[in-house]
Each structure stands twice: as C-alpha cells, then as structure tokens.
C-alpha cells in the first residue's frame, strides 16, 4: 500500500484569491444592483476558511460581445488592475442573441475574450448563457450553440460553468421562478443574483478543490494515470471511498477532512 501523504502546510500570510466577474447586465446585478461576486465570494470564503476573496466586477448592460466594448473593457480592466486575477469569470452573448447576431460571432468574439485574462496567466471560468423567459426558435437554436461551443472548448486554464442548466427558468418551479427572476423574465432579483452566485460558487470550489489535490495528495499517492483519474472523479463529485480503490489497496481521505 502507498506510504500516506503528508498534510500540505499552509502559510498564515496566503495571499487573496483575486477574481473579476466580467460581462454585461447578469454580471452587475441589473437592475437591483446586486451582483452575483457578493455571493459568490461568500462561498468561497466558507470553503476555505482564512482565505480572503477580492472580486470585482465590471459588468456593463447591453453591452455586445460582437461589435460592443466588450473586448475593449476587458484589456481595460486587465490594464488598471494593480495585482493580476486569479479567475476571470466571464458571460456574455444575451444581447447578441437578442440583435440577431450569429452564433459564430459570438463565439468567436467570447475566445477573444477569453484569451485576454489567458494570455495573463489567469484561469477563466467561462459561463454558458441562461434562458429567458421568450422562447424564439431562432434564438434557442443559436444559443444552444454557443453554449455547446463553451462546453466544448479546451484550452489550459479553461474551465466552464453551465449557467444555463443550473439556472434555468422554464424548468424552474413556479414558486421559485417568482423568487428569482425579475418580471422581464431576462434578469434576476436579489434574491436570483444570490442564487447564481451560489451555483457559479459552487462550481468554482469543485475546481478548486481538485487542483489542490491534484498537487498534493493525488500525485503523490497515486502515479497510475488510469487510477489517478477515477480518483480524481471522486473528487470532483464529492464521493470518497469507492470500493474499487479499497479492494486495490488506496485509502482515499477527503481533503477537507485532511484541512
């Protein structure tokens, strides 16, 4: 059996997880002011006690990734910012949809988009748009295919989040729907934007939570890659213990039990 891991020591001084939550009106919190970074930085927070969180957010309504300011404040806030962002959340292409953009537009103006924090050495958590409450054929169809693009797009320090499964609005229960969505059926309440920020907070501690073990205890338990991968899985849904791993003689310890 592998010798066990050691427990990875923390330095007291860690310095902020830095984070810019960056698109158009669903980013700043339109129209109730109450950007989804306030919960989200909470989850994290919670997560990880002692680590301390700095979001901000540059959200712009109605701005369009095709042919608004989008990409131009993007290299802004990369510009001013005085210490580098370890994530840059990044959503964008409601507005798009709704001009009658084509859906390789936008795609090809998100990549643009993305590649700027990439290029700066930040990891990108890229969201796949949400639902409104109108239903047009044309529109469903070009955003199921830039969210199918989003999914489907790789790159190192690339991750997406599927905003639109885990937000939606006409698979959402009545009374939850009137909670969360402002009347328009296209932006949130407070009470919406806490909830997205819950869900994207969620998923960004999954991820972080893997790459903490992949550098510590995983590669160090663990040099089959086959192996490393199912344990890698366990991980990311939060499932330890899997009898397979104990019947091949690895005790597998969850990293918050280790912390």
């Known amino acids: 059996m592998p010798a066990q891991a050691k427990k990875p020591t923390k330095s007291s001084a860690e310095p902020p997880l830095r984070i810019l939550c960056f698109g158009n009106s669903l980013t700043c919190g339109y129209p109730v002011d109450h950007p989804y970074a306030e919960r989200l930085a909470q989850k994290i927070e919670e997560a990880f006690p002692g680590r301390k969180v700095e979001c901000e957010v540059e959200g712009m309504p109605g701005d369009l990734v095709t042919a608004g300011q ?3 404040r993007m290299n802004i806030s990369w510009t001013i910012a005085k ?19 084509p859906a390789d537009q936008i795609i090809e103006g998100l990549k643009k988009a993305w590649d700027i924090p990439l290029s700066k050495g930040s990891k990108v958590l890229a969201l796949t748009i949400p639902e409104t ?15 199918e693009a989003i999914r489907n797009y790789e790159k190192e320090n690339f991750f ?26 296209l932006h949130f309440q ?3 934007y806490d909830f997205m920020g819950e869900k994207i907070g969620d998923g960004l501690v999954r991820i972080l939570r893997l790459a903490e073990a992949q550098g510590t205890d995983i590669s160090s ?8 991968k199912a344990i890698e899985d366990l991980i990311f849904e ?6 397979r791993l104990l019947s091949q003689g690895y005790i597998i310890v969850r990293k918050k039990d280790l912390d």
Do not use: C
């Open 83 to 101: 210490h580098p962002f370890d994530w840059t959340i990044v959503l964008g292409g409601t507005n798009d949809l709704g001009w009658g953009k």
């Open 133 to 147: 409450k109108a239903k047009f054929r044309t529109i469903t169809e070009r955003r199921n295919e830039v969210n």
């Open 70 to 72: 989008y990409l131009d």
């Open 221 to 228: 338990i663990v040099s089959d890659a086959r192996q490393r």
């Open 238 to 243: 939060e499932e330890m213990g899997d009898p």
């Open 160 to 185: 997406h989040f599927d905003l639109f499964k885990e937000v939606p609005y006409h698979n959402m229960a009545p009374e939850d729907r009137g909670k969360y969505w402002d009347m328009d059926g």
């Open 190 to 192: 407070a009470a919406g």
